[in-house]
């Protein structure tokens, strides 16, 4: 085949058999679609047994553990799921050295909260003790699940991703019918530790350091650097998603808030289909530098056919699926639900162009994109959520991601020209 032949013909079954990052990428697919799944059911439990302002606030709340847990976690998975590949034998020093600063950084990060309580969920569950022990489990959970992609172990991935989810949906149903408060913080909090735990002996005995002899050691150097850029990008790009539930919250209220955040969980299926790829994209690349344009052009191109299917799926049948969670849910949300389906599309140059940049070393240009997702996300935020409501928000969703999209295009153009194709990547800063 040629270096002219059209992209679309080297999506052919023919040309996509044996190519082993697409075996992985399926793997870890359907972990998450089978979690994004049970993650529905989950929510439509919710839903159904607690009012609409109750499931509001404790999805902000989630949504506000989950973002201290983005900072504790200090950019370090993504490391994992990128220098593990390149050492899967030499790995076990690293993985627990990485898990004591989490641990470490979890603690102090949700201490300081405590000292100074997170005014927007005043009197709320996250202004306890139980903070610290929230955060410290979602964080190492977090971490632990990305070395495992990392040491492409994604069947194992896939079973603890089901057994998490499948955990914290049984354990829901159980307060429930009990009546205890704050079930649906617990459910999430009380599973993952058990979990985790299972798993981290078989992580640890994976990446066992010492066991491959002549192995390279670990760049800590290159890698401390390209690591503080990428978690500061990855930091902007995570409170771009963490903060809207919360401002939702604050302004415009508890059941708009709901409304909201059943319909982002909804659409973000469609991200996931981009993110699997990427996340094994990302460990391929890594194992051979000289295929990256290679695996870029067939992530992107499947990625995108996949998404634009996927948002006019949404755009067809996404009021029937709101419905799924209740009338005011379907009324309130479905085009907040089409708005961020659509918004999958742009979502994949993104994802692609990260993780192209961390292959490269390219720390700034990491740093450049996530920044620029904020901004273009939040700007309209406060520009049209007073307006529009919850029709804002997607609109801001929307555009956070054309913005960067656009920003990215002359990378993309370089990887889709057929003169250059078959050339060594060489890394490089913008």
Request: with cysteine; glycine share 8%; charged share 10%.
């Amino acid at each position: 085949m040629t270096d002219a032949t059209p992209a679309w013909r080297r999506l052919s079954l023919q040309s996509l058999a044996g190519h082993a990052w697409l075996g992985h990428a399926s793997l870890i697919l359907l972990s998450q679609v089978l979690a994004a799944g049970l993650g529905v059911v989950y929510w439509v439990v919710a839903a159904r047994f607690y009012p609409a302002e109750t499931v509001g606030k404790a999805s902000a709340e989630l949504s506000f553990i989950f973002l201290l847990g983005t900072v504790a976690e200090l950019g370090l998975r993504s490391a994992l799921v990128r220098y593990l590949p390149q050492h899967p034998g030499n790995g076990r020093r690293l993985v627990l050295q990485f898990a004591g600063l989490n641990a470490a950084a979890a603690l102090a990060i949700s201490l300081a909260i405590l000292v100074a309580p997170w005014r927007w969920l005043a009197d709320s569950w996250v202004n306890t003790p139980w903070l610290a022990a929230a955060t410290l489990v979602w964080t190492l959970y977090f971490v632990q699940s990305g070395a495992l992609i990392g040491l492409r172990l994604t069947n194992h991935f896939l079973v603890q991703s089901l057994l998490f989810n499948a955990g914290k949906l049984a354990l829901l149903l159980a307060c429930a019918l009990l009546a205890v408060p704050g079930a649906v913080v617990i459910s999430w909090f009380a599973t993952a530790p058990l979990i985790a735990a299972a798993y981290w002996s078989l992580t640890l005995r994976r990446a066992d350091s010492g066991r491959l002899a002549g192995n390279p050691p670990m760049p800590l150097r290159d890698m401390a650097g390209l690591v503080s850029l990428d978690f500061a990008g990855s930091l902007l790009a995570e409170t771009t998603l963490r903060l809207l539930p919360l401002l939702v919250l604050r302004l415009i209220g508890a059941a708009e808030a709901a409304y909201f955040y059943q319909a982002f969980l909804v659409a973000s299926m469609l991200r996931l289909v981009t993110s699997s790829l990427v996340a094994s994209f990302t460990v391929e690349g890594a194992r051979d530098p000289s295929r990256r344009r290679d695996f870029s052009r067939r992530m992107i191109l499947i990625a995108l056919v996949l998404s634009v299917a996927g948002s006019l799926f949404l755009l067809a049948f996404g009021h029937w699926i709101m419905l799924v969670f209740g009338r005011d849910y379907a009324l309130n949300g479905t085009v907040a639900l089409w708005l961020m389906g659509a918004s999958a599309v742009p979502y994949v140059i993104n994802a692609w162009f990260i993780a192209h940049a961390r292959l490269m070393g390219r720390g700034r240009a990491i740093l450049v994109n996530e920044a620029a997702q904020f901004v273009f996300t939040f700007v309209p935020v406060v520009l049209l959520v007073p307006s529009l409501g919850l029709t804002g928000v997607g609109l801001s969703c929307l555009i956070g991601q054309i913005g960067p999209a656009l920003l990215a295009l002359g990378d993309l153009r370089q990887v889709f020209r057929p003169d250059i194709v078959g050339r060594q990547d060489r890394p490089r800063e913008p």
